[in-house]
Nanobody, 115 residues
Framework: QVQLVESGGGLVQAGGSLRLSCAAS????????MGWYRQAPGKQRELVAT???????NYADSVKGRFTIARDNAKNTMYLQMNNLKPEDTAVYYC?????????WGQGTQVTVSS
């Protein structure tokens, strides 16, 4: 099994920046697909960004050009650098990975962007 723990959430003013981290532990070999999702009150959970073991990345249109996803395999950590934050980015952000056809989720970290 895999355990995922997010950190770095908080309150930030619009236009500011924030970096989220996701630390993975447990059986971490053969994890080929990881990403960040978010869910705002009254909305469905949505994909924010994904990254593969080959560092191929995909971004939601709403964050493309502002957010950057990266991974540090030596530290077993994934990051989401968020720049030029907007109030509509306010949500609970979840770390995600897939290993041997099973999904794993972190507990979520709150990001709040004020006007």
């Amino acid at each position: 099994q895999v355990q995922l723990v997010e950190s770095g959430g908080g309150l930030v003013q619009a236009g500011g920046s924030l970096r989220l981290s996701c630390a993975a532990s447990g059986i971490i070999v053969s994890i080929n697909y990881m990403g960040w999702y978010r869910q705002a009150p009254g909305k469905q959970r949505e994909l924010v960004a994904t990254i593969t073991s080959g560092d191929s990345t995909n971004y939601a249109d709403s964050v493309k050009g502002r957010f950057t996803i990266a991974r540090d395999n030596a530290k077993n950590t994934m990051y989401l650098q968020m720049n030029n934050l907007k109030p509509e980015d306010t949500a609970v952000y979840y770390c995600y990975c897939r290993r041997t056809n099973r999904d794993y989720w972190g507990q979520g970290t709150q990001v709040t962007v004020s006007s």
